[in-house]
């Protein structure tokens, strides 16, 4: 297990993370920094533990709303998926009819030759 140790709100702190995954979980920090530097701007000096909950619930918040839009995304992907299914049919089912219709007609065509080859 791979070790990183990250900074929020100038402390530090060692943390174990999957070998591969230490870029990551600093960037992850370092966003995480990034709200409580916001409001520790926006609220000054106000505790810490508040505001390390506060930065954790603006993340949650924000993680909310993504996945507010995704299950949004993922049902207009569906209702598309459905479409682009039923459009098809009616492609395969104009294909059929088509095929059939110039059968039909070749037949006709056929017979008028066959008759008109007769009368020669």
């Known amino acids: 297990m791979a070790q990183v140790t990250v900074t929020i709100d100038s402390k530090t702190y060692r943390m174990a993370c999957e070998e591969g995954q230490e870029e990551h979980l600093s960037e992850l ?16 000096e106000i505790g810490d533990l ?8 603006m993340v949650m918040d924000e993680l909310h709303e993504l996945q ?35 059968s039909e007609v070749t037949d006709k065509i056929e017979q ?9």
């Open 50 to 57: 508040r505001i390390t909950v506060m930065a954790g619930i």
């Open 29 to 44: 920090a370092g966003r995480f920094d990034r709200y409580v530097g916001h409001l520790k701007g926006q609220f000054g």
């Open 68 to 102: 507010r839009r995704m299950r949004g995304l993922e049902a207009e992907v569906e209702t598309l998926k459905k479409t682009r299914d039923t459009a098809l049919s009616k492609v395969d089912k104009t294909d059929h009819d088509l095929a059939e219709a110039l």
């Open 112 to 120: 008028i030759a066959g008759k008109l080859s007769g009368r020669s």
